[in-house]
């Protein structure tokens, strides 16, 4: 048998709707693209050509000067003492907060208890809180614990802004495990922990990388946290690129702006690129059901 033809409207439907997304990413990486070869200009190509138009040669020297030298008010350190802050307290503040709330999840979905609905809905108000209101007592919380102005203080800080999140994810995906499951391992012996840890937890994979990219996009690019309770040495990538940025001087440095602004962002960037299909498939598998 030989396949049919397709019909012209079918042909013309899909190549509309092929046009219509190619359109929407040209608009939406535009702005990538203009600080791409903004970058790579040196300040008389930028001042002689178009703020599209591609670099002569690639000039690496805003790339470094961003990195190294570049002043962030008086310091002239770049965003290199900025970026590993954001690496220790992004990593530790992503893993706490994942375990965490998967746990909560675990114990809220196949371990309830009188009253767990009501905590659940009680916890989901973190979802929706608005961030600002909770400045004034965490910062009195960083100081009694002594973790003011400082990395554990932003860790301690981020782990319980996304734990409502965090908790939501793994809570709905684990009410679509069977609860038999659990029922016939405690039959079998397996206590809490050897139920989590060896039948429930390996089942997470999609719902872990949801809350992994999640997390990690979240504290990365956070800028209220790291601006109200960083101290000097503690300051994030999102800090040291508004204070690099906002730094004055006898001619603005357009190229160096934008390559610091690239470095800030290609840690998320590279995450979506190299996982963003697990992400996509996490919520697909039952981040979003409950």
Not at 120 to 147: K, T, Y
Not at 164 to 181: D, H, M, Q, V, W
């Amino acid at each position: 048998m030989t396949a049919k033809p397709l019909a012209f409207g079918h042909i013309a439907s899909r190549v509309a709707i092929h046009a219509v997304l190619l359109l929407a990413a040209a608009f939406f990486l535009l702005p990538l693209y203009a600080m791409l070869v903004t970058a790579f200009k040196d300040a008389e190509q930028i001042r002689s050509t178009s703020l599209l138009a591609l670099p002569a040669t690639l000039d690496w020297s805003a790339w470094k000067t961003a990195w190294s030298s570049a002043c962030t008010g008086v310091d002239c350190q770049g965003l290199q003492p900025f970026f590993w802050n954001s690496v220790v307290m992004t990593v530790p503040a992503v893993l706490i907060s994942t375990v965490w709330g998967a746990l909560n999840g675990y114990v809220l979905s196949l371990w309830k208890f009188r009253g767990s609905d009501v905590l659940f809905g009680l916890l989901l108000f973190g979802v929706f809180m608005p961030f600002q209101v909770v400045l004034l007592p965490m910062s009195q919380v960083l100081g009694w614990l002594g973790l003011s102005s400082s990395i554990a203080g932003l860790v301690l800080v981020h782990c319980l802004a996304g734990l409502a999140g965090t908790t939501l994810f793994f809570r709905n995906y684990y009410s679509a495990i069977p609860a038999e499951l659990v029922h016939a391992a405690r039959m079998d012996g397996a206590g809490f922990w050897q139920i989590f840890w060896r039948i429930v937890f390996p089942l997470s994979t999609p719902i872990v990388m949801v809350t992994l990219i999640w997390q990690f996009t979240n504290i990365w690019n956070d800028f209220l946290f790291g601006v109200v309770f960083s101290g000097t040495d503690s300051k994030p990538v999102t800090v040291g690129l508004n204070n690099l940025a906002n730094t004055s001087s006898s001619v603005k440095a357009y190229n160096v702006d934008m390559a610091a602004a690239i470095i800030a962002g290609l840690p998320t960037m590279v995450i979506y690129v190299l996982a963003g299909k697990f992400f996509v498939r996490g919520l697909t598998a039952g981040a979003v059901k409950g």
